[in-house]
């Protein structure tokens, strides 16, 4: 991280000052910054294996290595004494492990009687999450009724069923405005308030109070690395922003997300039973806190 931040140090972030729009300086940024970060802070593909059980106790692991050296005793020798232990310590393993975690979890649910967050915590991972689908062999049915399985024609129609949500949504809405003016026989009032450049130490501040915990967004920018760096690229961030509240345009590239779709309730096969979760650029969070702290600013 040293030699990136000092690297960072070097860069020719003026650059962006000779930019007119948010779009022309964000994509000069990313010239700047992604090259350094793929040499210094590559993002890794990682297999995660599964977490073990937290309800699992020293007493029950051990009994599930015994159960282990006696089946494998048990076909090495193939005595049927061997195997009898292991189908004894079997059934006992699986008692236990019964036993355990209905102990662990009503522990956990006393303990939070009075903690909603921590109950509903402990409830989730006790009830049957009705999100069974495979994320990643989703199958749909089209206006034909084939059934699709292909990921990338899956995708497409996703994505053109999510595009048509918000338009119907902006029809629907427009439409409440113009019953609105009828009534009234004269347009509705619309608020306005000013944003105010943001500055370097606003900028700072955004950067490093980033929660790291979060996803990266379709750039693959993480907010650990952003908020590393912050020293560095704050001055150009801020750049940025500006031009973005000064043209009152969101750069193209803050608009685009990484979009999981999440099995609600009915018919797995349909598209309309699923709803998109959009994991944005984290520099986008700068931004929207931005505006966020102006209309908070400006109702004051």
Sequence with gaps: MKTTSHELSHVPWSIIDACEGPDEALDTFYKLFLPICDVHAR???????SKTPEWLTLEYHQLCDQRNYYYSKATKSGSVADSNK????????????????????????????????????????ILPNKDTSNRSSI????????????????????????????????????NIVRRANDATDRPLNRPTFNIQHVTLDSTLKQLNSLNVSKASGIDDVSAKLLKHASPCIATPLTKILNLSISSSEVPQAFKKGKIT????????????????????????????????????????
């Design 43 to 49: 993002v890794k593909e990682m297999r995660v294996s």
């Design 86 to 125: 292991a189908k004894q310590l079997r059934n006992k393993a699986n008692n236990m492990s019964k036993k355990v975690k209905r102990d662990y979890f009503k522990h956990l649910i006393d303990e939070n009687r009075n903690n909603s967050k921590q109950l509903w915590k402990t409830l989730r991972k």
């Design 139 to 174: 199958q749909l049915t089209n206006d034909r009724n084939e059934t699709i399985s292909d990921k990338k024609t899956v995708a497409e129609l996703f994505n053109t069923y999510f595009n048509s949500i918000g338009t119907f949504l902006a029809e629907k809405f427009t």
């Design 261 to 300: 779709p999440i099995f609600k309730d009915g018919d797995k096969y349909s598209e309309s039973n699923y709803r998109p979760i959009t994991v944005l650029p984290v520099l986008d969070k700068l931004l929207e806190r931005t505006i966020l702290y102006a209309v908070r600013l400006d109702k004051n």
